[in-house]
């Protein structure tokens, strides 16, 4: 790793009250030396200095806070320097400059200064990301769970299975080197027990259906049903916006159409597709299978019906065990049905919207909040955020389905091995140079 001290603007680049600038590295004091009237003899850690700050030609550059963070009690654990400037382009590009023009300064890469806290056992992988979610969260629910993770929910939840299984290899390595001894009986049954529950606790954390990937991307509903049913009406006045066209003209919509939405604090994407009907119209038969794909796809569908004249066959190829759970039978144009149907609807379990009145919608949001916040809460004890982690647990997974101390225990004691060192890659317990540039290249320059 370059040991060289780095620098970077952590806020935005523009207009703004205060921007900082950021130095890492232990030289960090160098640039108070050489760009401000501080006398860093008598700076001392955590404290904030009202500073004059000037080129390195003696030309004057802002009046600024300064604060100084001494190593190793630091969030990377190097000594760091920060400069509070006024916002303007100006300042920033003229201090940005200067550093530039320190020996051995260099501007940071991205998310450098995160990859300098992991290599300094600031944090684990898992802390990382959870610190790159929680610049990217839009919603509350996506900052709860970021802070939840960056608190090492995940790490210690990997770790405690990695340290388990390294307890098994540790065992079988103690027979190894001496082969003509057998396994006690009690020593066989405790390890068979010991990897049949982190098995059974790995294989029910893989099985929470993307809850965490969801909570990044956005938990998915779609709206289907007949052409004319208020689907792109619905999408508009949930999206509080014309995301959609609506038309009275069957068959307007024949691609899907997404509206992310902040509900609640749950990120959730809305797909308004093109209504389900039989039709020889080459574009609008493709838009129907594109509508099934994603009802298909979708975490919940909203099959909505016009309740002046309801139809429900073309809703048919979703009336299956595996997808009741998940859809929301909706009757829309309530402005338009007497009181007598719509009591009839209710007492069928219906739920009833006018979106033309945006009437019942409160009722219908809190459904697919409550049934989204169901299952966040009975799979949040540590979610699986990302992609890399289900696919590194999922060959963990096939490793100690292989185990099986019937089999020679070098054999045995390699598919531990292996085990332990896949779900090391995941908190970097083990060499994982080849994902770091991914997983740091996603930060912010600053960070």
Known sequence: MDNRTIYALSTVFGKSGVAVVRISGADALRAVEMLSDIDVAKIKPRYAYYAKLHGLDGTPLDRALLLYFKAPHTFNGEDIVEFQVHGSKAVISSILFNLSQIEDFRLAEPGEFSKRAFYNSKMDLTEAEGLADLIDAETS????????????DLKDLYTGWRQTLVGVLSHLEAYIDFPDEELPEDIICGINNTVLKVKEEIALHIAQNKFGERLKDGFRVAII?????????????????????????????????????????YPVVF????????????????????????????????????????????????????????????????????????????????????????????????????????????NSSALITRQRYREILSDVLQNLNLFDLSSPIELCAEDIRLAARSIGKITGAVEVEEILDNIFGSFCIGK
């Open 271 to 378: 797909t308004d597709t093109a209504g389900l009907r039989k039709t020889e119209e080459k574009i609008e038969k493709i838009g129907v299978e594109i509508a099934k794909n994603k009802a298909f796809e979708a975490d919940l569908i909203i099959a909505l019906v016009d309740g002046t004249k309801p139809d429900f066959s073309s809703l048919d190829f979703i009336a299956k065990d595996k997808d009741k759970d998940k859809i929301i039978y909706v009757i829309n144009k309530e402005d338009k049905l007497t009181q007598e149907q719509c009591s009839d609807y209710r007492k069928q379990g219906f739920l009833i919207i006018s979106a033309k009145d945006k009437t019942g919608i409160e009722k219908l949001i809190k459904v697919i909040t409550d049934n989204i916040a169901e299952r966040f809460t009975a």
């Open 225 to 265: 049903g007949e052409p004319n049913a208020g689907k792109s009406s619905l999408l508009n006045v949930l999206a509080n916006r014309k995301a959609a066209i609506v038309s009275d003209i069957p068959g307007t919509t024949r691609d899907a159409v997404d509206a992310y939405i902040d509900l609640n604090g």
């Open 141 to 152: 629910q996506q900052q709860k769970y970021a802070l939840r993770q960056m608190d090492g």
